[in-house]
């Protein structure tokens, strides 16, 4: 049994295995409906609980087929109407309750040390499916879409992320790290990634270039990243956060300086991108967001030590 929380805390080796199931799976089943099972339903009758603290659609909707797909079921708990939420009763015992009742937990939570809590009662894997300093089953998937399109190998490509230093850019650090490619970072000075994830970045001996000017940072880029710039819980002066990156509006003429680059957008959209760019032959959005159904079938498999 294997955890899902952090892409740093998982080898390049079991990631990279990941990918390639998530790969001849995609393609195994390309001719089958939503809910008709792979051939082996290698996870039937296991049951995923997932749990949202924060709004969700695309991991909500991903992990249900994906469990589905494999043979096994899900279960969304409301966390408004668990004990846990109100006081009334410990991690401690929802996570014994849940691991016998269930077979794999994913939550979506506004604290990181829930998902560690947890995880020390647990006796069935977790999954990070986003938390306020990772979102790592976006990126994985994220990384298994910029391969599919590109037909190359992400060490091989300039990847830049236009935006705030969120969760979903750590997910990215800790992937160019993991899957050594170029990182390009454009942002306001102001919301530069904090000095623990800077000090993350030096030790681990990786270079990942930060302008302050976005029509430096897409120059030679083959992908362009972008998120909101105000994500979900975000306790900031949101006009005054939206006014600071006014000039990293994401539009026709930036990607002018990049036109062999697709753009990524791990949605919700907000204000970041003009819809021009977001609508255009270059934006792979949609493809992304189902790509995310793939990868996490085979990060399901990953924590049920079933990887082929
Ligand atoms: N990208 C993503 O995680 O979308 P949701 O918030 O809708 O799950
Ligand atoms: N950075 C965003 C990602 C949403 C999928 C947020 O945390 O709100």
């Known amino acids: 049994m294997k955890h899902f929380i952090n892409l740093k805390d998982i080898s390049s080796k079991d990631l990279r295995k ?17 809910l008709e099972i792979d051939k082996e339903a290698s996870l039937k ?53 849940l691991s016998n009742f269930g077979d794999v937990f994913m939550l979506r939570t506004d604290k990181d040390e829930k998902l560690e809590e947890f995880k020390k009662y647990l006796s069935i894997p977790i999954i990070n499916g986003l938390s306020p300093s990772s979102h790592p089953t976006q990126i994985l998937s994220d990384i298994f879409t910029v391969e599919e399109i590109k037909k190359k190998p992400i060490s091989k490509l300039n990847v830049t992320w236009i935006g705030d230093s969120n969760n979903v850019l750590n997910s990215l650090i800790a992937a160019s790290i993991k899957f050594a490619f170029k990182l390009t970072i454009g942002c306001p000075k102001k919301y530069q990634p904090k000095k623990s994830i800077m000090n993350y970045i030096k030790k681990n001996k990786n270079k990942i270039s ?77 493809t992304q967001a189902l790509n995310r159904v793939h990868v996490q079938k085979s990060i399901l498999l990953y924590c049920f030590g079933k990887l082929r």
């Open 18 to 34: 990941i990918l390639i199931d998530a790969k001849k799976r995609k393609y195994a089943r390309k001719k089958l409906n939503n």
């Open 45 to 97: 009758g296991k049951l995923l609980i997932q749990m949202f603290e924060k709004s969700s659609l695309r991991t909500r909707l991903s992990f249900y087929l994906a469990i589905r797909q494999l043979g096994g079921s899900a279960l969304t708990l409301r966390p408004d109407e668990l004990h846990l939420s109100k006081g009334g009763e410990s991690i401690e015992d929802t996570a014994k309750i």
């Open 210 to 286: 930060i302008y302050n000017d976005p029509k430096r940072a897409v120059k030679k880029a083959d992908v362009i990243f972008s998120d909101k710039v105000i994500s979900m819980n975000d306790k900031v002066n949101k006009k005054k956060k939206l006014k600071d990156f006014k000039n990293f509006k994401i539009n026709k003429s930036l990607m002018k300086l990049c036109p062999k680059a697709i753009f990524l957008h791990c949605l919700p959209r907000g204000n970041e991108v003009d819809e021009k760019v977001f609508s255009s032959n270059q934006s792979k959005v949609w």
